[in-house]
């Protein structure tokens, strides 16, 4: 599967180490991810990915937004997991209704 980092750049989840912040890397790493991004264009790195190679790649994205584009579930888990939530809609709406009615 691919994640899509934004500027028409993708990378295979399977090269994935982790996905970061900027902010919350040291200043070396920060430095490697903006000089990698700048050099396409004036954009500034939000987001730091971290390969399995040990290079960074940069991304003006969010970390949260590639974090998401990057989640994969089984048909099965997505389906069990859909089903509790609309189960705890369900248990909400009644609890809901019956404050109304007291």
């Given at each position: 599967?691919?994640?899509?980092?934004?500027?028409?750049?993708?990378?295979?989840?399977?090269?994935?180490?982790?996905?970061?912040?900027?902010?919350s890397l040291d200043r070396n790493s920060t430095a490697k991810i903006r000089g990698v991004l700048t050099k396409t264009g004036e954009k500034r790195a939000r987001?730091?990915?971290?390969?399995?190679?040990?290079?960074?790649?940069?991304?003006?994205?969010?970390?949260?937004?590639?974090?998401?584009?990057?989640?994969?579930?089984?048909?099965?888990?997505?389906?069990?997991?859909?089903?509790?939530?609309?189960?705890?809609?369900?248990?909400?709406?009644?609890?809901?209704?019956?404050?109304?009615?007291?």
């Open positions: 599967m691919l994640i899509h980092l934004g500027d028409n750049e993708f990378i295979g989840l399977h090269r994935v180490v982790g996905i970061f912040h900027v902010h987001t730091g990915v971290l390969t399995t190679s040990g290079t960074w790649v940069g991304s003006t994205l969010s970390a949260d937004s590639l974090a998401g584009r990057g989640r994969w579930l089984p048909p099965q888990v997505f389906e069990s997991l859909d089903a509790l939530r609309k189960q705890k809609n369900k248990s909400m709406l009644k609890e809901s209704s019956e404050e109304k009615l007291s």
